[in-house]
């Protein structure tokens, strides 16, 4: 087999066997090395939280082909799950038991996608009502957060208060370690 298409960030390559060894819930990080289902790219870690079921729209860590991959659920009737897969958005009719654990997390260079809640929870469901290869949405959002990203910032950094009092401390703190260098 060629190289693998996603990597445990700091260990090996992914493989079928190594997937389903992983532990139940236990959150695994993972980076893509090969084109995947959009707006995941190559160079992005995926969070993926094993065993935990999956939703349409949910990204997925499947088996599809002797590798795994990541994908888009579209449709789960319990024993079956329609798939989206690759770069082209190609939709296969897999077995229940191949969707190894959901995505919880998308990283992109400096910036975190949660795809559990908001946004990227209804985009992905989205994704998954429109016909396959409407993937250029998704990137087209993510090029978006990545604009927005400087004017706002992230709310899990709290409030703007709390920011300017956190900046404030630490740049008081570099001062005053300066200042006593200089009387020294």
Request: aromatic share 4%.
């Amino acid at each position: 087999m060629d190289d693998p298409s996603l990597i445990l960030v700091g260990g090996s390559g992914l493989t079928p066997e190594s997937a389903r060894a992983l532990a139940p819930g236990i959150v695994v990080r993972m980076m893509v090395y090969r084109p995947a289902i959009r707006p995941v790219d190559v160079g992005d870690v995926v969070e993926i939280v094993p065993g935990s079921p999956g939703r349409a729209g949910d990204l997925a860590l499947c088996v599809h082909a002797d590798r795994c991959e990541i994908g888009r659920i579209v449709r789960d009737d319990g024993s079956r799950v329609e798939i989206e897969i690759g770069a082209a958005g190609g939709r296969h009719a897999l077995a229940a038991s191949a969707v190894l654990g959901v995505a919880s997390t998308l990283e992109q260079g400096d910036l975190l996608l949660d795809l559990r809640r908001g946004r990227w929870r209804a985009a992905g469901r989205l994704a998954a009502a429109v016909p396959s290869g409407v993937g250029r949405f998704l990137v087209a959002l993510a090029w978006l957060e990545r604009v927005r990203r400087p004017f706002f910032p992230p709310l899990f950094m709290g409030s703007e208060a709390q920011l300017l009092t956190s900046l404030t401390a630490a740049y008081d703190a570099e001062a005053e370690v300066t200042g006593r260098e200089t009387e020294l």
